[in-house]
């Protein structure tokens, strides 16, 4: 059936579910996870006629790249318990729907597995669903954890 499953994480706790699950089907399948986490794209910033500089930008970048290296990190750590190949992957896209579809494909994953928020009303509306996006562009078969 699928023998790499890519687990889309953004650390909050329903993310953390789905990775559980997740790495659980990996083991029942003795199939491999690549854990993910996409940085979105950070465009400059501008308020009041001020802007952001590239270097200070490029430092929001960095912790943003810490944080999310020690999400992959913790999802890794349970593929290891549970003797399940694993690596992890943080990369930087437009969105983090384009992200996760880019990187099923990149690395051949026949699998998406991610948490949806459910959000609804005015937090969908602004918000987005990246759920949603994934599920309505991927080419790869997508399991939702909600």
């Not at 953390?16 to 659980?24: E, I």
């Not at 690549?34 to 794209?41: C, G, M």
């Not at 802007?51 to 020690?70: P, S, Y």
């Not at 384009?98 to 949806?116: F, L, P, R, T």
Request: charged share 25%.
């Amino acid at each position: 059936m699928f023998k790499h499953i890519l687990i889309c994480t953004d650390g909050s706790t329903l993310s953390n579910k789905a990775a559980k699950g997740g790495v659980a089907l990996a083991k029942g399948l003795k199939a491999k996870v690549t854990a993910y986490y996409s940085i979105e794209d950070m465009l400059p910033i501008y308020s009041e006629g001020y802007a952001f500089d590239q270097k200070t930008i490029d430092g929001f970048e960095d912790g943003i790249r810490v944080a999310a290296q020690k999400r992959v990190d913790a999802v890794g750590k349970l593929a290891k318990a549970a003797g399940v190949t694993f690596t992890t992957l943080v990369t930087k896209a437009d969105s983090a729907d384009e992200g996760i579809i880019q990187a099923a494909k990149k690395h051949k994953c026949d699998v998406i597995i991610m948490a949806s928020h459910g959000r609804g009303g005015i937090a969908k509306l602004f918000m987005g669903s990246v759920t949603q996006n994934v599920l309505a562009h991927s080419k790869v078969p997508v399991i939702v954890y909600r």
